[in-house]
């Protein structure tokens, strides 16, 4: 057993990890999919035109982007791979729904896809967490400014 007991003692561990954003966060910009104002094709559950975003400019920690190459045929192809860590407080806070595959992340003037998110810091055997992490990923092929229509909220 640990050293939770209760709703006060979550909402200490919540607030912990909120201030640790707002310490070493950085400013980023969260495009969450419209999938009302979106058309996906039925078969491959994938947008068929430009896909319609709302954007949410919150706090998060970002892991640097590491940068990978491959020489193609028709010159090189760059890749990058990165992590955002958002409080789920933060979310609250500002209305932002929490992160998804196919949701577009931007910091540092760059955007980058969403290709996992994983909820951490779970508290002991509740249902309750205090992060989320999203695995991002940079493609010269596939650049997201291609794909976000941005109404910010």
């Given at each position: 057993m ?11 561990l ?42 949410y ?5 970002v ?7 491959d ?6 192809h760059?890749?990058?791979?990165a ?10 806070i ?7 595959e196919?949701?577009?992340i931007e ?10 998110v ?12 205090l ?23």
């Amino acid at each position: 057993m640990g050293i939770y007991t209760g709703i006060e003692d979550f909402a200490f561990l919540d607030a912990v990890s909120s201030e640790i954003v707002e310490i070493a966060g950085t400013t980023i910009i969260l495009y969450s999919i419209r999938k009302e104002a979106t058309q996906i094709d039925i078969v491959y559950n994938e947008q068929i035109e430009d896909a319609t975003y709302y954007a949410y400019k919150i706090q998060g920690v970002v892991r640097r982007p590491e940068q990978s190459s491959d020489a193609m045929d028709r010159g090189m192809h760059w890749e990058w791979d990165a992590e955002v860590g958002i409080s789920r407080k933060h979310l609250e806070i500002t209305g932002a729904p929490e992160p998804k595959e196919g949701d577009v992340i931007e910091f540092w003037n760059t955007q980058y896809d969403i290709i996992r998110v994983q909820r951490e810091g779970w508290v002991n055997d509740e249902n309750a967490w205090l992060w989320i992490n999203c695995i991002l990923k940079r493609r010269t092929k596939f650049v997201p400014e291609k794909l976000v229509k941005a109404k910010h909220v």
